[in-house]
């Protein structure tokens, strides 16, 4: 995960065509939120935690995403599909 644009155009920019895939896994602050079994995102509203991506560090999505995966929509399993049709469709993988 890198939520800084800069930071994943500069690793787009230093390997070969085609061996970077940038997919941007969407789900909202709310469902992050509600997801979080450790409680880390209550910790970083409360202070506790310091430069928490999304609280009080930003987090810059994807504009030239390879692959975008809604997982505040979609099920863990239909998400996967998503990823696996990617990689299959565009040659890195085999279907089997």
């Given amino acids: 995960m890198s939520p800084y644009i800069a930071d994943r155009d500069m ?3 230093i390997v070969k065509e085609g061996e970077f895939i940038e997919v941007y896994v969407a789900a909202s602050l709310e ?3 509600n997801r979080d079994t450790k409680g880390l995102y209550k910790k970083a509203r409360a202070g506790e935690i310091k430069h928490f991506t999304g609280i009080s560090d930003p987090y810059e999505a994807p504009v030239n995403a390879e692959l975008t ?3 505040g929509n979609e099920t863990l399993d239909e998400s996967a599909d ?3 049709n990617y990689l ?6 085999e279907k089997v």
């Fill in 31 to 33: 469902v992050c939120e």
């Fill in 88 to 93: 299959e469709e565009n040659g890195y993988i």
């Fill in 69 to 71: 995966v809604d997982t």
């Fill in 82 to 84: 998503v990823v696996l």
């Fill in 11 to 13: 690793v787009r920019s």
